[in-house]
């Protein structure tokens, strides 16, 4: 049975409900199946043994989401061998043209629009508007989940401060 769990989340203020499971530090994350830019299937065997940070996403055209995949890109220099992932269920077209656009080379950009399969394995489905809910999540090499950050407002910034102290742990 699918978790659903109501009014978790609130978008300009109107509560939302949240499927799937949560996620919480110390659990084993999830494998998942979304799709890269080039429309071929990405899991995490695709970047085992490295860190990884998956910063969730509602829609990648809009403000707080542009900023927040253009931080991890920024950051990503500075990170040596960690992957950056950057999930959506944006189009893989849409999400090759953001990236061109803007400029996007060090991070993975991946559509979850297919199957869901990152959402509801992470507990990150909007269900009333069939996307993600914004939230940050760190793997270690391990694939352990060292950090979860869901937004209990999706339309505001993660703690990006909190997050890159987290991975910087890990380091």
Same mark, same amino acid.
């Given at each position: 049975?699918?978790? !659903? ?30 799709? %890269? ?7 995490? !065997? ?19 989401? @542009? ?7 920024? @950051? ?14 944006? $189009?893989?077209?849409?999400?090759? *043209?953001?990236?061109?656009? !803007? ?9 979850? =629009? %297919? ?11 909007? &269900? &009333?508007?069939?996307?993600?809910? *914004? ?5 270690? !090499?391990?694939?352990?989940? *060292? ?9 505001? =910034?993660?703690?990006? &401060? %909190? ?5 910087? &742990?890990? $380091?």
């Amino acid at each position: 049975m699918l978790e !659903k769990r109501k009014g978790i989340i609130t978008m300009q203020g109107n509560p939302m409900t949240l499927l799937g499971t949560e996620i919480k530090v110390g659990d084993t994350a999830p494998d998942f199946t979304v799709l %890269k830019n080039d429309l071929t299937p990405f899991s995490l !065997k695709d970047v085992e043994e490295k860190i990884k940070i998956i910063s969730v996403v509602p829609s990648i055209d809009t403000g707080v989401c @542009e900023f927040q995949t253009t931080f991890f890109n920024q @950051e990503a220099a500075s990170l040596g061998d960690v992957a950056i992932l950057t999930i959506s269920v944006d $189009l893989p077209f849409a999400q090759k *043209r953001f990236c061109g656009a !803007k400029g996007i080379d060090a991070v993975i950009t991946l559509s979850d =629009h %297919k199957d869901l399969s990152f959402g509801l394995n992470y507990g990150f489905v909007i &269900e &009333e508007l069939r996307l993600l809910s *914004r939230g940050i999540v760190i793997l270690d !090499k391990e694939n352990k989940v *060292r950090y979860v950050e869901y937004l209990k407002e999706v339309t505001n =910034h993660p703690d990006y &401060e %909190k997050a890159m102290t987290a991975l910087k &742990e890990l $380091l």
